[in-house]
């Protein structure tokens, strides 16, 4: 069983610039989260997929999007890149039906906007 | 809007010392979550609490919840310096889709 995994590791972008972040969700799993963790703080719920619908957002601004494909990995695309964009995104998978429904997290992409 | 807090921010201990980490959340939730997150990694699962008095154990950390009070700790026991992380609770909203809200997080060093 593979876990959760993020590409790529760590990325540098410029303000204005747009970027693309991806994620494979753990076997088995149909729903991945993502989360924005900006240092010093916990993470921040974005937005999460369940079979290629969205299924909640967080407050963030519609240039933060994304997509679920159909085995159930995503991408997490924001465009006009911010300073305060730079963080640590995480997304996490998990199998939503079952009672303890944890969510497990990959190992995060980190985002440096200069 | 579910608001969670944790206490204290910071836990600086001694090897072999008892102590507790609080998390109080301000909504009705049945299912809440303790992770650990080490220096420039992600998040591990440590507990997942789903019902009121739930209390789980493992090794030196165990967690309980209080849903009346709104409340979860983690306890550490006799702790060692491989417990030295930065541990957060999270929340699960009620309306289905598993969005979690995390706490603040407590920085914990266990000094030898």
Redesign the interface.
Known sequence: ETGVTQSPTHLIKTRGQQVTLRCSSQSGHNTVSWYQQALGQGPQFIFQYYREEENGRGNFPPRFSGLQFPNYSSELNVNALELDDSALYLCASSFSGLPTDTQYFGPGTRLTVL | ELK?EQNPLFLSMQEGKNYTIYCNYSTTSD?L?W?RQDPG?????LF?L?SNGAVKQEGRLMASLDTKARLSTLHITAAVHDLSATY?C?V?NN???????????TRLTIIP
């Open positions: 969670v299912r979550y992770y990694k992600s998040l591990e699962s997942v789903l957060f999270a699960a309306f289905g889709n598993e969005k979690l809200t995390f706490g603040t997080g």
